[in-house]
């Protein structure tokens, strides 16, 4: 796979987690910043670094599961691992601008 294809699926990555959502906050989890690293390596398989804004979220698994599973029907990924970590831990710093004003922070 060429560095291109890469560049071409990791965008395409981005496109599906922005059509994820937080279950507690109206906002996509890529504009909400929780998602911290998409690793795409040349056979096709993607390692997503992400983590969640609360460590206590009810909803940790299902978001977890979410992610995989979409990611993993995503074209060109061969097979997706999701890592879920606290550190950093998350703030709203790591929001987009996007994000920010759909919440009301702007």
């Not at 929780?34 to 909803?59: F, H, K, Q, W």
Request: proline letters at 8%; hydrophobic letters at 40%; a negative charge.
């Amino acid at each position: 796979m060429t560095p291109q294809e890469i560049l071409d699926i990791e965008k395409d990555i981005v496109l599906v987690l922005k059509n994820i959502y937080d279950p507690e906050i109206p906002v996509n989890i890529y504009d909400l910043g929780l998602i911290y690293e998409i690793d795409v390596d040349p056979s096709g398989e993607t390692t997503i670094r992400m983590t969640l804004t609360a460590p206590n979220c009810p909803m940790a698994d299902q978001l977890v599961d979410e992610v995989h599973d979409r990611v993993k029907e995503t074209k060109g990924v061969t097979d997706a691992h999701v890592i879920l970590t606290f550190d950093p831990p998350w703030d709203k710093s790591r929001m987009s601008p996007e994000a920010l004003l759909e919440l009301g922070f702007l």
